[in-house]
C-alpha cells in the first residue's frame, strides 16, 4: 500500500497562473481532505469529499475548487493563484469521517 | 471553532514529563492527537471518544473529559524522538470534519 500520495511536491508559480495539485489514496477510504498549513497556525480544512460526487466546503475555500470522480482521487484546483495561497498543502483520506486521517507526504506551493 | 492548545511551545530535558492541552468552547464528541515533525506529514496518535476514557501507547497517554470540553496529552519520560508539533483535532458530532488547534512545538533536548 502506497497509502496517500501527492504530486508535486514542490511548485513556484507567479500570480495568476492555475494549477492542480493531485491527491491519490489506495486504502479505499470513502473520506478525503485537502488542508492548507501555514507557519503557526496548524492545520486548515479547505474541502472534504465524503464519496465520489460528494463534496463540500471547509473553513478555507475561497480561491480552490475540487472535483472527485473517483474513490481514489481527489484533486484540488487553484484558480488566479494569489500570494496568499503560499502555502504546504496536505491531503487526507480516512475510512469515516470521525476516524484516524492519513495524510500524504505535502506540497510546498509557492505564489510569486 | 478552533480548539485551543496550551502550551503553545515547551522544551524538555530527556527524561522529563510533559502536558499538552486541548480545550474548545463547543461541546466535543472526539478528540483526535496528532505528531507532526518538522517538515514531514502529520502522523496519528490516538483518538477519545465522548465518555471520558483516557487511552496511551509506550509512554504517550491524553485523557478527554468531555464535561470540560478538554484533552490532555501527557508524555512521560520524553526521548528525542518526541521532538515535534503536536496537534489536536477535535470534532463536534459523528457529521462534522475535525477542526484542528494552532499546535504545540515540543522539543527535547539531551
Known amino acids: 500500500n502506497a497509502g496517500v500520495t501527492q504530486t508535486p511536491k514542490f511548485r513556484i508559480l507567479k500570480i495568476g497562473q492555475s494549477m492542480t495539485l493531485q491527491c491519490t489514496q489506495d486504502m479505499n477510504h470513502n473520506y478525503m481532505y485537502w488542508y492548507r498549513q501555514d507557519p503557526g497556525m496548524g492545520l486548515k480544512l479547505i474541502y472534504y469529499?465524503?464519496?465520489?460526487?460528494?463534496?463540500d466546503k471547509g473553513e478555507v475555500p475561497n480561491g480552490y475548487n475540487v472535483s472527485r470522480s473517483t474513490t481514489e482521487d481527489f484533486p484540488l484546483r487553484l484558480e488566479l493563484a494569489a500570494p496568499s495561497q503560499t502555502s504546504v498543502y496536505f491531503c487526507?483520506?480516512?475510512?469515516?469521517?470521525?476516524?484516524?486521517?492519513?495524510f500524504g507526504p505535502g506540497t510546498r506551493l509557492t505564489v510569486l | 471553532q478552533q480548539p485551543v492548545q496550551s502550551p503553545q511551545a515547551v522544551i524538555l530535558r530527556e527524561g522529563e514529563d510533559a502536558v499538552i492541552n486541548c480545550s474548545s468552547s463547543?461541546?466535543?464528541?472526539?478528540v483526535h492527537w496528532y505528531r507532526q515533525k518538522h517538515g514531514e506529514a502529520p502522523v496519528f496518535l490516538m483518538i477519545?471518544?465522548?465518555?471520558?476514557e483516557q487511552k496511551g501507547h509506550d509512554k504517550i497517554s491524553a485523557s478527554f473529559n468531555e464535561k470540560k470540553q478538554q484533552s490532555s496529552l501527557y508524555l512521560t519520560a520524553s526521548q528525542l524522538s518526541y521532538s515535534g508539533t503536536y496537534f489536536c483535532g477535535t470534532g463536534g458530532s459523528g457529521n462534522t470534519p475535525l477542526v484542528f488547534g494552532k499546535g504545540t512545538r515540543l522539543s527535547v533536548i539531551a
Open positions: 463547543k461541546a466535543l464528541y472526539s
Open positions: 487526507a483520506s480516512s475510512p469515516i469521517l470521525d476516524n484516524t486521517q492519513y
Open positions: 477519545l471518544l465522548k465518555g471520558g
Open positions: 469529499s465524503v464519496g465520489a460526487g460528494i463534496t
